[in-house]
């Protein structure tokens, strides 16, 4: 086992996400068979109703996520959105057909093979107000005061530096812009050997 203390986080999170990105992986910790249920039927548990999961590719969702930030997000036609980590483009491809014609929808990640992959997505399926930006969440690629809203969907948890995340969602947003996150919170301390362990921290 690696010391991930001995070694720049980012890399890993990276290196595994972009297996998952190529079909290497099952899931996003790295363990075989640890997601028995499908990307469609993970989605549903979490809160994504059915007409959202029929209306954008379903290559773009492979069930990554821990909840749904459109729930909260009250994303409005015209507006411009950034989805944090937005990995197979799924949440921006929901966010596209809110903000309609006028809206425009930034998603950023930082595994090129991700940003491969949406860029296809969307070029395919013709998301003419969706753009994906290759960078990392703690230095947006993206001008201050750009957006209205700002969405992630279980990334932030991944970040060595949270508050600089945070500082970037604030730097990013217009005034009276808005936040909608879902992610995993730490309740209790983990021991040692947990903080080690880079599986269960990618996961």
Not at 55 to 70: D, I
Not at 80 to 101: E, H, N, P, Y
Not at 155 to 161: A, G, R
Request: aromatic share 4%; hydrophobic share 35%.
């Amino acid at each position: 086992m690696r010391d991930l203390r001995k070694i720049d986080i980012r890399n890993v999170v990276r290196d595994s996400y972009k297996k998952i990105a190529v079909g290497k992986n099952n899931s996003c910790c790295g363990t075989e068979g640890i997601l028995k249920n499908s990307a469609e039927e993970i989605s549903r548990k979490i809160g994504y109703s059915d007409e959202e999961l029929s209306t954008v590719p379903k290559e773009a969702n492979m069930g990554l996520g821990c909840g749904n930030p459109q729930l909260i997000a009250a994303i409005e036609e015209g507006e411009t959105v950034i989805d944090l980590g937005s990995g197979g483009g799924f949440d921006c491809f929901l966010a596209s057909k809110k903000v309609g014609d006028r809206g425009y929808v930034i998603g950023v990640d930082m595994t090129p093979e991700m940003i491969s992959k949406s860029r296809v997505l969307a070029g395919k399926n013709r998301y003419n107000n969706v753009e994906f930006r290759l960078g990392e969440i703690e230095n947006l690629p993206v001008a201050d005061s750009t957006a209205n809203v700002v969405i992630s969907n279980c990334v932030i948890n991944l970040s060595p530096n949270k508050q600089r995340v945070y500082n970037e969602i604030y730097r990013v947003l217009k005034k009276g812009g808005r936040i909608a996150i879902s992610d995993i919170v730490l309740m209790k301390a983990l021991t040692e050997e947990m903080k080690q362990d880079e599986k269960l921290y990618c996961g």
